[in-house]
């Protein structure tokens, strides 16, 4: 009598130990499953803009006569608001993973600002942004290895990261895009650091030409602000028929008061010449003053000087130069910011003056101003 007792208490608690263990295993399971979803993002933006040109047509055509045939714009020289009348941006979308070692990004664009900025990619390729696997080899050491938005300068490609609608030309001509692997360091809790080896410049889809930018960079970071100093230095093209390339570069933004925040971009690149001869390059500085009237609604203006030197940027067209091959332009852009929960309201005016004769007026002259005024939309999620 005794031994079935036994033997039905030592049932039950085998019972009890498997239902309790049954249990754990599912809520485990459930964690797991939970935690990644939590670890899991999905993010981005949609955005659009209204330009027009004050004192320059928006539209003419091929120099031929007819405005119908091969339209032109007549825009700053500047990357992505380039359009006249209501024109598309882009639609970007990141997922992402954030785990306690490892995570990735997956950021894709869709639209004419997201091809501006992959050009050099073809294919499948041209609706990525970024595209990278990170490590947190340590609580100071992080890896990233793939493709990722350059570390250099004040603005990004995404419109969300950015004040001003309209972009500088010192970002414009610098890097958008990198391939290539990096390593992030935690000095303490004010230094960081970066070294990275990457493809030239933009190619981020392959490296055809079997040379490497090397880039570092050296931060510093407070409560009311951060600074970085910024370098790359390597051959953007075949050895031998492009020279290497020096770009350093200092950006810095700082809450002065509760209301002011005031942000300071300076660069300067040299490449060396293809022969005999000097370099070429362009350098510039850039001013962000802004002002936060209310919760809604702040306004800013960008102050930029950007400057060429001996045919720096090989006539790409960001301002006329002389026969020294040198130019410059000082361009000013007003733009007041206005939120409406996720939406974003830009109006901003933009006055660009260059040294040589650079745009056209509505006579279709040559000459060395533009003014013009873009209404940005954007919608962030």
Not at 263 to 283: E, R, V
């Amino acid at each position: 009598m005794k031994t079935k007792t036994v033997t039905n208490f030592l049932k039950k608690v085998c019972l009890v130990a498997l239902a309790l263990a049954s249990f754990t295993t599912v809520a485990q399971e459930e964690s797991e499953e939970k935690s990644w979803i939590e670890n899991f993002s999905v993010s981005g933006s949609v955005d659009g803009y209204y330009r027009y040109n004050i004192g320059a047509p928006n539209r003419i055509g091929d120099f031929d006569g007819d405005p119908t045939t091969d339209p032109s714009y007549i825009a700053p020289g500047t990357s992505f608001v380039n359009q006249s009348g209501f024109a598309l941006g882009m639609a970007n979308v990141i997922l992402g993973y954030e785990g306690d070692k490892v995570g990735f990004v997956a950021d894709l664009v869709f639209g004419q600002r997201g091809e501006d900025a992959v050009f050099n990619s073809d294919g499948s390729a041209q609706i990525v942004n970024q595209l990278y696997a990170y490590w947190n080899v340590s609580e100071s050491v992080k890896l990233t290895v793939g493709n990722f938005n350059t570390y250099l300068g004040y603005e990004v490609i995404s419109p969300t990261g950015n004040f001003n609608y309209s972009t500088s030309y010192m970002f414009s001509y610098g890097p958008f895009s990198h391939t290539g692997l990096k390593a992030d360091f935690t000095l303490n809790d004010n230094w960081s650091a970066m070294l990275a080896i990457m493809n030239p410049t933009d190619f981020t889809e392959s490296n055809p030409f079997d040379t490497y930018i090397i880039g570092a960079q050296l931060g510093y970071s407070a409560d009311n602000g951060s600074a970085y100093l910024n370098f790359r230095y390597g051959n953007e093209g075949f050895p031998g028929l492009v020279g290497p390339t020096f770009q350093a570069d200092l950006t810095t933004g700082w809450d002065v008061a509760e209301e002011f925040y005031l942000g300071i971009n300076a660069t300067y690149l040299s490449t060396d010449p293809q022969a005999d001869g000097d370099a070429g390059g362009f350098y510039g500085v850039a001013l962000y003053p802004q002002y936060k009237t209310s919760e809604k609604f702040t306004i800013g203006i960008r102050g930029e000087y950007f400057a060429l030197y001996n045919d720096g940027l090989l006539g790409l067209g960001a301002v006329g130069v002389d026969t020294e091959g040198d130019g410059s332009v000082v361009a000013a852009t007003l733009t007041g910011s206005y939120d409406i929960g996720s939406l974003t309201l830009k109006p901003e005016l933009r006055l660009d003056s260059t040294s040589e004769d650079t745009f056209l007026d509505n006579d279709l002259e040559a000459t060395k101003s533009l003014s013009s005024f873009v209404l940005g939309a954007i919608y962030k999620f």
